[in-house]
């Protein structure tokens, strides 16, 4: 590893009863249908805490992939406490969500609007309940963690020109020094890796891996083909980058050097560290649309995977950030960061105006490692809690996608 | 960091035959194309890519060493390397002003 960012002091950690760390301890208060999202809402706003966050899923309809990542989005070792609010008639399988929550040793308790008497009941119910579950929270002590029991993910957003040259190989840099150390670390959208493929299928730690890989781009590019156009969006055009496999060529470069230990779906945790390709593209029949409707849905997926932080790079200007897992705002344009300062952590678009690369990169480590010792990232700070989950369909990994397990 | 002393374009790849602005650049601007001196023929903005040499239609787009592309029409060096002379060899791209890219332009 580079040999600055060894002997380090740990991280901080919550320990679960599941045996993994987190580096926050959140009281999540989940919705099971669009029609409990504004009472939950209210119980996240009047509760006056950062650390109460809201997740939830809109849909009234059951859903397998919906039950499942709201399921590891509960268990997340991020998260300390859940309060669900249901409305009371909708098909989300509340009862199982529960089960899995208490059966993981955390606190959970269940609101049914229509049982307790409708808004301003269930309201102050909610926070009563999230009262309780934050002091109780409060005991809780951290314990040392180490960086191989980190998993940090990666997503881009409003990509430019400058994005593949400055702040995505710099997070390549930070990847390959996080595995080199122990850690597991994600990267995602294949619909953002076509033309890519067969590179990729090279880093493979098995020749099966590798025909996976390739298959899972065959897959994307299918999918988005009937959607009738790839994930490319106006501003990335703006910013200069004119075709998909332009934009997939620079944010493939996030992947770092590392061999590709695994193909994951959504909800499937790392076996241990090294770098996994995660395919968020459903499969079977298109059926519910684009495969991530914007940013915070690959972001979801990779917090379902077990992603502790995010780091997350921008040309043209995000500023989002998430529920449950810190997101780290890397910028890959120096206009951009001059413009945006406040919102972003790092600029990476210095590396245009002379600095070097690997400097870039030991400052987004530094930056993980703070930020997985309890310091707020910039989007934290400014109260960036987005989230959201929709209708996908997916089978489960096959054999040959998890060599190392 | 005086940026003024940095070339405004970066070569990514020994095989590209296109550079990316680092900063904007003024049409008229001199610049220096592996040691030829000349004016830009059109402004280019910070991320955005012009030709390294003249390049007929149908050539394969070579960044970071790899292909983004073919052109739909010929350019000549310096020019502009965008949505109205790259097209993709996989997916069309979309911009605001003309809806799906691909379906103006037949691919």
Not at chain 1, 34 to 61: M, W
Not at chain 1, 70 to 98: D, I, K, W, Y
Not at chain 1, 332 to 359: F, K, S, W
Not at chain 1, 364 to 376: D, Q, Y
Request: net charge negative; charged share 20%.
């Amino acid at each position: 590893m580079n040999a600055q960012l060894k002997n380090r002091p740990a991280l901080k950690g919550f320990a679960r009863r599941d045996g993994r760390k987190g580096i926050r301890n959140v009281v999540a208060v989940a919705y099971l249908v669009e029609c409990a999202h504004h009472v939950s809402r209210l119980i996240v706003q009047k509760s006056g805490a950062d650390d109460v966050h809201l997740i939830g899923f809109p849909g009234c309809y059951p859903n397998k992939y919906s039950l499942e990542m709201m399921q590891r989005l509960c268990t997340h070792p991020n998260v300390g406490a859940v309060l669900l609010v249901s409305l009371g008639c909708e098909g989300f399988n509340r009862e199982q969500l529960r089960r899995t929550i208490a059966d993981s040793g955390r606190p959970v308790d269940l609101l049914v609007i229509q049982q307790s008497g409708g808004t301003t009941r269930t309201l102050n119910a909610g926070l009563d309940i999230v009262r309780k579950m934050r002091a109780e929270l409060a005991k809780q002590a951290t314990v040392p963690m180490a960086l191989n029991e980190l998993i940090v993910g990666t997503v881009c957003g409003g990509s430019d020109g400058t994005s593949g040259i400055t702040a995505n190989p710099a997070v390549g840099r930070c990847f390959d020094w996080l595995i080199d150390a122990g850690a597991a670390c994600i990267f995602e959208e294949t619909g953002e890796l076509i033309g890519c493929e067969r590179i990729m299928a090279s880093r493979a730690i098995t020749p099966e891996l590798g025909a996976e890989i390739e298959a899972c781009v065959d897959k994307a590019a299918n999918y988005y083909r009937i959607m009738g156009y790839g994930s490319f969006a106006p501003g990335n055009a703006e910013g200069g980058l004119t075709t998909l496999e332009e934009k997939s060529m620079g944010a493939y470069s996030k992947s770092g050097s590392s061999p590709i230990s695994g193909l994951i779906k959504p909800g499937d945790v790392p076996p241990r560290g090294g770098l996994y390709l995660l395919d968020v593209v459903p499969d079977g029949e298109p059926r519910f649309g684009f495969p991530n409707i914007s940013d915070n849905a690959e972001i979801v997926e990779l917090i379902a995977c077990g992603s502790h932080l995010i780091l997350f790079t921008t040309g043209r200007g995000s500023v989002v950030g998430s529920a449950i897992s810190p997101v780290i705002k890397i910028c890959a344009n120096p206009d951009t960061y001059d413009r945006m300062a406040d919102d972003m952590d790092v600029n990476a678009g210095r590396i245009l105006r002379g600095a070097e690369l690997d400097d870039v990169g030991r400052e987004i480590f530094s930056l993980v490692e703070n930020v997985a010792r309890g310091e707020l990232s910039k989007s934290e700070a400014l109260g960036h809690q987005e989230f959201i989950l929709t209708y996908k369909q997916f089978e489960p990994i096959g054999p040959a996608c998890l060599p190392a397990a | 960091m005086d940026t003024g002393k940095l070339p405004p374009l970066l070569l990514l790849h020994p095989d590209d035959n296109i550079l990316v602005a680092r900063r904007d650049i003024a049409a008229g601007e001199r610049v220096e194309v592996d040691g030829a001196a000349f004016a830009m023929p059109v402004a280019i903005e910070l991320g955005h890519k012009l030709a390294r040499r003249a390049l007929e239609a149908d050539t394969r787009v070579l960044k970071y060493g790899a292909p983004i592309g073919s052109m739909k029409v010929a350019v000549a060096r310096g020019e502009h390397v965008h949505l109205h002379n790259l097209r993709s060899d996989y997916l069309p791209s979309t911009s605001r002003e003309i809806g799906n890219n691909g379906k103006t332009d037949g691919h």
